[in-house]
Every structure is written in structure tokens, then in C-alpha cells.
């Protein structure tokens, strides 16, 4: 069954809207390296991609934690797309430029909309997955559904896949769906482990913080899928 839905969703509002993909504008400005933005339909929705990197070369599917969208891996894509070709995807389900018109309800879901994303974009059968957290559990359990697709499995920090979620992480994750900037930027201070005085780590962190805070005030609610059971 298809959602129904208003032209500013999956936003609060039309104002809504604009200042997040405003903020998304800059963000994607500032991109490291040259890019191309696809956007992948599949029963899920549209799914938003920006790949980098040279045609031809070994793909990269990568898959950002909770709460963002591919942009997070902007640190990261300068050398990656040296050697392979990347795809920064935004998330299903999730903030980002990805809309989501027939409802996600698991881990078999969410297998089956990776699918046809790899499938959209003429992946082929040998693709590397790179998952981050959030990311990290849908690319494993992708893995588990379409191993013969999977070359290379990725997993950074992966959420409720190799090891129980501590309860740290719980009640931290919890006090952020109150919407104070303090509450997620303590979560994010406490998973990142940065050095305080590594002034580049916590530029981005407090990059990281300002754009999930704008992207929760800004999207309308929805809850996280299965990955704590």
C-alpha cells in the first residue's frame, strides 16, 4: 500500500522543506570531488544517490548511520573514489533527499529496497558495500539475504550486528527524540570519541549535530525499524 501524502512530504511543511534542502544545497556544494546525483525509484520510493569516482571501476555502496544522509561520507570519498566508484545513498526511511511512498516494516524490506537500488543503478552482481552504523546493520542484512551480490561486506561500528546494543547507547539515543540540540549533540559527542582537542574531529561533529538537529525539526516522525530487537 502506497502512503498518501502532501507535496511538502516527507516534511513538516513547505517551510520546512526549503531550510532543509537548503542546507542540503550547501552541504552538497561543498562535496569533495566531482559528483553526479541519480535518483533510483524502487517499490519503496525514490532513492536519492550521489556517485563519485571513475566509471568502470569496482562500486561502492555506501550506507550512513541513523539520522543522515550519504553527504556524511564527504570525509571520506576523496580517497575511496581513487580507487573505486562511489554511491552515497540516502538512506529509505531516513533523513535526506530519499522519499519513501510504501511503507518500510523491516530488515526484509529494507534487504529488498537495497536490491533494487543495486539493480537500478546496473550494479551487477560483484558490489562492495560500505555501511555505517545504521547503515552497517542494513548492509548485513542485505548480505544475509543477497550474499551472491555481495563482494566486499564493509561494517563500521555496525548497530545490533556483531554485538549487543549497550545500554549507554539506549538511553542516550532515546533522550535524543527530545528535540534539544544538547541531548544529540551529547550522543554524538559519546559515540564519536573524538579528542577534544582535535579541532577538525569536532568542526564535523558540530557540523553532524546542526544538520541532524535541522533534519529533526524538520521532517515528520518516524520510527526506527527493528534493529534493537
Known amino acids: 500500500m502506497n502512503l498518501k501524502h502532501s507535496d511538502h512530504y516527507p516534511f513538516r511543511s513547505e517551510a520546512a522543506k526549503r531550510r532543509y534542502l537548503e542546507r542540503y544545497g550547501e552541504r552538497a556544494a561543498a562535496w569533495p570531488v566531482p559528483s553526479e546525483e541519480r535518483s533510483v525509484n524502487t517499490s519503496f520510493g525514490r532513492t536519492f544517490v550521489r556517485v563519485s569516482g571513475r566509471s568502470g571501476t569496482q562500486p561502492v555502496i555506501m550506507l550512513p548511520g541513523i539520522g543522515s544522509p550519504g553527504l556524511l561520507f564527504a570525509p571520506n570519498v576523496v580517497s575511496l573514489s581513487q580507487h ?12 535526506g533527499r530519499s522519499v519513501e511512498t510504501r511503507p518500510v516494516t523491516g530488515a526484509d524490506d529494507f534487504a529488498t529496497w537495497l536490491d533494487e537500488v543495486c539493480t537500478g543503478l546496473n550494479l551487477g552482481d560483484s558490489v562492495n558495500f560500505l555501511g555505517l ?9 542485505y548480505a544475509l539475504r543477497f550474499p551472491g551480490r555481495v563482494r566486499r561486506l564493509v561494517l563500521l561500528a555496525p548497530a545490533g550486528t556483531v554485538a549487543p546494543i549497550p545500554w549507554g547507547f539506549i538511553w542516550r539515543g532515546i533522550l535524543c527524540l527530545i528535540p534539544f540540540r544538547f541531548f544529540l549533540k551529547n550522543f554524538i559527542d559519546w559515540i564519536s570519541t573524538a579528542d577534544a582537542t582535535d579541532q577538525r574531529a569536532q568542526r564535523l561533529i558540530a557540523q553532524v549535530t546542526d544538520d541532524t538537529y535541522l533534519a529533526q525539526r524538520s521532517f515528520k516522525h518516524r520510527r526506527i525499524i527493528e534493529f534493537l530487537k
Open 84 to 95: 573505486f566508484q562511489t554511491f552515497a545513498v540516502d538512506n529509505i526511511h531516513d533523513f
Open 133 to 141: 552504523s545504521y547503515g552497517g546493520w542494513i548492509a548485513a542484512r
